[in-house]
């Protein structure tokens, strides 16, 4: 069998050619593939600076840079995995809770495909639709969560529905494994001190900023991985869990975020789970002028198809041997 | 009694101070007042760029060169009209149905108080529940409606409530009166021949921006005159109007627009009506790097407060004598 | 028959969907096509700034907004043509010589199939050798030509080949009629003051842009119609012969230009004509920061479809009645 | 004699060498010069958007383009005057007064060597010392002042040097002969509606932007022409004048300004006259993102150069001919 | 008694509201406060890129975000402290000596009333008033500066007072005490090679850049608390000491910097010192296009309020437990 | 014998006077100098994104911030290297080919004077001709180059020069001595798992960025030292080496790359070695709105000045004592 590749810059110029994710092929559903790329352009549930509607266009342009082998790891995703750009979830803009619906829905469609999605955002609110999708396939996965938010109000602004309720809705409805749920990155102001507390009663791990602050987070994402051995996985990146001076280009910004380098670690780091299906949320080309956000955006995409199960790699660690 | 009076740039430099609309006093009701500036931050029934729920900020932040007095007129607001601004309406940003509630609501308050509300948009969705609010008070009212598009779709993507439905849903509801409604500039590409027959149907007059194009709007609107009399009036400028040159920074664009100067005889050319509001929408400041755009629409705001009735003119057109 | 159709935004929100020009389906080649968009990214011919390498991409992103139906003219272009987005040329951006060889062999591809091109540029180079395929089919071509600059240099750095050599190379090549050439907009400064006088010399009709301050160029159009009777003719538009005010976007840029309204005067001026192909070129994204100039050019590509043999006009005018 | 040129496009490319005006040579003094170009980085006398310090930077940039013979006109500036860019008055840019009487030095040496000095400002504020040096040796000047702001204030928050005060404070020091002063493009707001009364009681005459809208300046032009006659007069350029849709990158915006037309049908109907000096100010390049407000001003301040006496005009209006 | 509190998020949608400091109440002096924050809109102190008169707007709108409990520390500003936003300083913009007296004497009245003024900068010129008020009320200081130069110029062009001077001003007239001087972050290129000498011989802790790279500066602040003890101290923050990676928008970039967890480290280990006062100086809005050095501004100061005497930490480090 | 020295902020504020390297004197050749900053403006070997021809003249406008002694490291250039600015290689911009043969003679040209050219680029491409001169002089040189990417692919688009070539033509050309190349900062994604093996098979030391993360490059640099001892070196200094948190303007971007703290560990541990010339590589105006990046690449000019055989330290770490 022969597998989707890239447009390579030798046959069209990086420039040009198809929008696409990494200018794979694409097609309409996620038949036949063991991945997929799927846009999600979802803003009207941000609370703060919008744009985020725009994050799966550019993050695709952007893209447009990547090479099939990694470099720092060896992974040669594309060798043995099945891989296109299905396109966008086809939203209503002008109704988050139906968008909410509308996202489920097509979640089940990948899922029946027994394909893992990797989802270009959007505002985070979209993760709580995969997750019933995935609680549906897999029961309650277990998740790590890259934010510098942990998303988990009960309520915004009166509503059980937005940007910053994702994850206490997904528990509520059994979606996910509290004890295998980890959130990294975690800082900021808060509307009173309790609150990261909600998540530790839950039974979450928090790792909160200051904890990450220059050093390695090798050693833990080798926990991370202990903890949750084989339990499906879910991994979702919020962009604003990078400090803005590597990520500038997303809506609710925070100071004194992870550094790029861990945001590596991080997704390398969990290769050897079984990761069923990742996001990458948060982009916000309006205030992204040179177009760097997309780029890191697009990037973190590609290492999360690299720790998929079923990547080989051919040469370990190329780039360091 | 003495008058409200914007802060003037010899008393603090014009780049500080309050970051209040002509940098009047604000207050939070409109009691007391014969017009207000208020903000509606709404980007939430965008169907393109989003972005307008900046607006009413940026808005007020480019109004600092302001000055009291209207040189091209000899318009002189702050000698006879009591104004302020009265801030920001607490939108729901989740839920655009109920945003549009919380909206009317506000305006029934503050047309309680017989002031004459200015608004800084925010979406074209928003003047749907403005209109119901003036109908209560007024009846239905004349309508200039300035605007690249005509915003009378019955649904977008199945939705009653967007911001390309306003005007059917005010027309419905009984708020504008059909023949006494103008819709100047519109424009652009559409979903058949015949979108803009539905306006001409209900009575409305149409003029397309091909009819306005190198000429002067001035005998235009001694018609409009003509025709609505003393009806009162809503006074609806989207600032997408105006051809992209002169206002870049908006959501939805369409080439071949109005210029600047056919912009200031519309709203000059509405004096001697019984303006009764008017707002100022889709001002996209994430599209605006020059911050003209929000210049722009700060300015027409100003020349609509210097059209409503009761404003002095102490020395017509003291620019041009 | 049925005919491709842009996708809507009833069923995708504007903002997303495929990134090819009015998010037409695409197709490898121009078989079975009326028409077709086809993007050529090539900056190494231009002279002072770059960036026209990115122009295909985001006149197509830019492209979104863009409704079937032309409610300025009637035009119906997708109730009678078959149209579809055939992708990039995959240019040698290395090596501009070379590049100008497999822009020929494509175009000559193109017109195998009796396909009528519009093309998404990239800089004015790529004029020679679409006219060299041009001729092959079609004899030499009337020319109507907008722009700020002649581009009738014989050699730019000892060079014959750059963006601003093509015309005089298409002459001496036998692929233009020289008494059916315009030269529309044309002004600046010069080597010389002769330097518009080669045109001259030929037999072209040049039209300065101090000959269009401020006034319509119907009546031109009318002159050129009736000159060029039935002659297969070509349109190649520098958006550069716009004003800056109205196209700030590019790389050689000149003050004092033509309006978007003359813009519009003159391709919808051109109904009635065999346009055998045309081209929207010098459109400069990194130039062009709220992305409207890659939307001015999105819309006059459009323009464009509509005044080619066989669109049908339903409803003439229909904003205009 | 041979006169300096400009670098041309055919020995380095426009992108490149040296960053001075129009590439031509550098020189310390005006020593053997008909006319010069010459920076003044003022930004401390502006009272609202700064920026300005960097306009004689960037407008030297944006220059690059610029060829040696006028094409609209016929004028060959470098086939008759010995012009060079003697660089930037060094300011004391921490002392707006100290900085007022550096420039009047400056530029009585420059008018030493009976140079015509052609300013790249830098706020309004460097008008008065230069004016001042120009009637100490002219006397009283002719003035055609293009401008938003009559900047005949007689003090700003207590100051009588600042970017609104020049022209007040140049007549009270006998610098400018009142019954010959223009000032064309004056609008927007005022402090009161005798704002530009002033101006009229000293028998300067007032040109609103209003009385200019939708129509050619060149009546004006012959009218100021007959007025001055043969009398030394002094240019001076405003790019606020120009509606922010022409000229965005600037600090005091007002809507409803001249055109780009205008503004050349202005400057080309100087010719005739006795222009002993001119200078264009108030571009702010953190505000002109593409950089094209830099290039407007670039471009009129050659058109001055093209007026000046003893420019000679081989072939006029070689591109109209 | 009950504190002003932000205006939270579920109450009016952040990008909306008044734009004080956290959307804080406003007040016109600083009585009854026990911390205010207060703008001063300089920036004609500054020797290379402008625009820092927009800092105190810029780093307003973008408190927004900012909620009331530090979730890194614990501090809970709000619970035991009265603050609000009293406004900017009406500095007179075309005379930096006069500017600086109005500073002072605005200072005067704040501490007048016991208030610590947290200040939003402008440039740093205004930490020389500041500091002559601080002195008449405490003596002279402690002061922790932090900045990528040392300030002590004895002139620059000449002149005492300008952005590159205030240090030395300081000392000369007995404002801070020497020994408990400390500057953290300098480097860059000087006149001399002896430029940061001064300080040393003064009797100031010099702490370059390169000491600081790549390591905690924890135990550095637990040094500097036990030198100064129970002194009262002022805290000058320029961001500038930031590498631009951390925040481009300034106008004196130096590369090489401090980062964004090492500014957080040095405020909030200045807990538990009798902080009198603090600036945050330098950020240049026309320099930040996605608004972030500003964001890193208004959490800077933030940060600030949270160490001063008197703060609450009910639950120490709660984000971190 | 007295020195060229920058120009002083003390004698013409510093965003004025010439636009030369640190407003250093220029002149047209390399006679009589140590040391020359020279500008390359190319762009069209450029693969993804283009803008570098505009590299050399931001990188000099903003090296206007430069002093001439380093307070990081003592040393004092101008007290000891006679240094110019001797402006921009004369580029054919439509010939890829012939650029680089004009490039390889003006190098010839510099290097017969004994001058250590330190190049202002421009892309990749450049360094080829570069080490074809210097080869010429010096017998094939080390090499110490610091980059994203190898470019030591064979061919791109079947072109054997483009910026992805140089060093595999270098080698192939006899330009470089293998056992003293030194890669350093490679990473990303790559065409096949072996992309980084044949700069190894060759004999080429690669240090690939994840063996850099968060950690000191002195050791490193100590090594490379010790490896090459007194061999003539070049340093070729790509600026996309680094993350795109410090520079972000450039046109092939990776991310998880080095830090600015890294990139002077590196140039700065090049003191002692004999380099012979200096690039750096790869800014992008246009992808750089704050200017920051050309910045940060006018800074590492500066720092490769300082290590130049023949610098004078008259004061060790003067910053650091």
Redesign the interface.
Same mark, same amino acid.
């Given at each position: 069998m022969s597998f989707n590749q890239p447009l #390579?810059?030798?046959?069209?110029? $990086?420039?040009?050619?198809?929008?696409t994710m990494m200018r794979l092929p694409?097609q309409e559903t996620a038949e036949g593939l063991d991945a997929c790329f799927v #846009?999600i352009?979802l803003?009207?549930? +941000?609370?703060?600076?919008?744009?985020t509607?725009?994050g799966? $266009?550019y993050i695709?342009?952007e893209s447009?840079? *990547?090479?099939? @082998?990694?470099? #720092?790891t060896?992974a040669?995703p594309f060798d043995s995995l099945q891989v296109a750009d299905i396109?966008?979830v086809? *939203?209503?803009?002008?109704?988050? /809770?139906k968008s909410v619906v509308i996202i489920e829905e097509a979640y089940d469609g990948i899922l029946a495909h027994d394909c893992r999605p990797l989802t270009l955002g959007g505002d985070h609110t979209l993760v709580y639709p995969i997750l019933k999708a995935m609680a549906k396939k897999h029961g309650p996965v277990a998740l790590i969560h890259v934010d510098a938010h942990a998303d988990i109000n009960d309520?915004? =602004?009166?509503?059980k529905?937005?940007h910053g309720t994702p994850f206490r809705r997904a528990l509520e409805d059994g979606c996910i494994a509290a004890d295998k749920v980890f959130q990294i990155g975690? $800082?900021? +102001? #808060?509307?009173?001190?309790?609150? =990261?507390?909600w998540s $530790?009663q839950q039974g979450f791990t928090?790792v909160?900023?200051?904890?990450c602050?220059? /050093?390695?987070l090798t050693p833990l994402m080798a926990e991370i991985r202990a903890k949750i051995g084989d339990h499906p996985t879910y991994l979702s990146y919020d962009i604003d869990s990078l400090?803005?001076?590597?990520a500038?280009?997303t809506g +609710?910004?925070?100071?004194?975020g992870l550094t790029?380098?861990q945001a *590596?670690e991080i997704i390398r780091g969990c290769r050897g789970l079984d990761i069923v299906g990742g996001d990458l949320v948060e982009v916000s080309p309006? @205030?992204?002028?040179?177009?760097?956000t997309a780029?890191?955006g697009a990037?973190?995409l @590609?290492e999360m198809l690299c720790i998929l199960p079923g990547v080989r790699y051919?040469?370990e660690?190329?780039?360091? /041997?």
């Open positions: #390579g810059g030798n046959e069209m110029p $990086r420039f040009a050619g198809p929008a694409s #846009g352009p803003d009207i549930g +941000t609370s703060n600076r919008s744009g509607r725009q799966p $266009r695709r342009i447009c840079m *990547l090479r099939p @082998y990694n470099m #720092g060896g040669a396109g966008d086809p *939203l209503n803009t002008f109704d988050l /809770k309520e915004m =602004f009166g509503e529905i937005a975690l $800082r900021g +102001t #808060g509307y009173s001190p309790e609150d =990261f507390d $530790r928090v909160p900023a200051e904890d602050w220059m /050093k390695s400090d803005p001076a590597f500038p280009g +609710t910004v925070e100071i004194g790029i380098w *590596l309006p @205030y992204d002028p040179s177009g760097n780029l890191v990037n973190l @590609y051919p040469d660690a190329p780039g360091n /041997k």
